[in-house]
């Protein structure tokens, strides 16, 4: 039995990013093929116009089986800043606040957080710990912010990028956790080209040898 679990970064309503139509296209594909996938979907909330999500959310309503997780306040850093939670200690609050806030009022209740790459502060570690069941993060990272290292909450790192033509040995991985971006600006995005690598890398194991589950469920 192999367990996958699938996780999209970006997917929010802003043109260029999960918005597009051929997201949900290449989502509902997916489904097509295996019926019972799970997608855990890493967003930011915080965009310009509040009603762009109402309406996103809604037509994500016919997509089944899906969890959020935090993706950051607005995904982007202030000019000034390498990194978007990198302020002082009370706008860094301010921000988590507010992020928080975002989802709660549409009644959902994100498990985890992806950081979109960029350094943290420690009002940052505090809510991750205070707040969430996990922290996603690319393998670099560890390299990259050895810190982390010494979180309390428990960590989940990715072992295949969608595309990527090295694939992993699953003779030696019992879970196979998937990372890709919706939209066009990256080379792991869902193209029918990615999925078909996928799909080829799955094709040794029967539907019932397969256990879809969420990022959450790996905790």
């Not at 037509?59 to 969890?67: G, I, P, R, T, W």
Request: hydrophobic fraction near 35%.
């Amino acid at each position: 039995m192999l367990k996958v679990a699938f996780g999209i970064d970006d997917v929010c309503p802003t043109p260029g990013y999960g918005g597009y139509k051929k997201d949900l296209e290449s989502i509902y594909y997916l489904q097509s093929i295996y019926p019972e996938i799970k997608f855990t979907f890493f967003s930011s909330i915080y965009y310009e116009k509040p009603g762009d999500w109402q309406q996103f959310l809604e037509n994500l309503s016919s997509v089944k089986n899906v969890e959020f997780a935090y993706h950051g306040y607005s995904h982007i850093s202030s000019k000034n800043l390498t990194t978007e939670f990198d302020d002082s200690d009370f706008i860094c609050d301010f921000k988590l606040k507010a992020m928080l806030e975002s989802w709660t009022v549409r009644n959902i209740f994100p498990k985890g957080f992806k950081f979109p790459g960029w350094a943290v502060n420690l009002s940052f570690r505090y809510f991750v710990e205070q707040n969430c069941k996990y922290f996603a993060i690319h393998p670099l990272n560890y390299s990259e912010y050895p810190t982390i290292l010494n979180w309390t909450v428990p960590k989940i790192s990715f072992n295949y990028s969608l595309g990527d033509p090295i694939l992993p040995d699953l003779n030696l991985c019992k879970v196979l956790i998937l990372h890709c971006h919706a939209g066009l600006g990256s080379d792991n995005h869902l193209s029918r080209e990615n999925i078909g690598i996928l799909t080829g890398l799955l094709s040794v194991y029967k539907q019932d040898q397969i256990e879809f589950c969420y990022y959450s469920d790996l905790i």
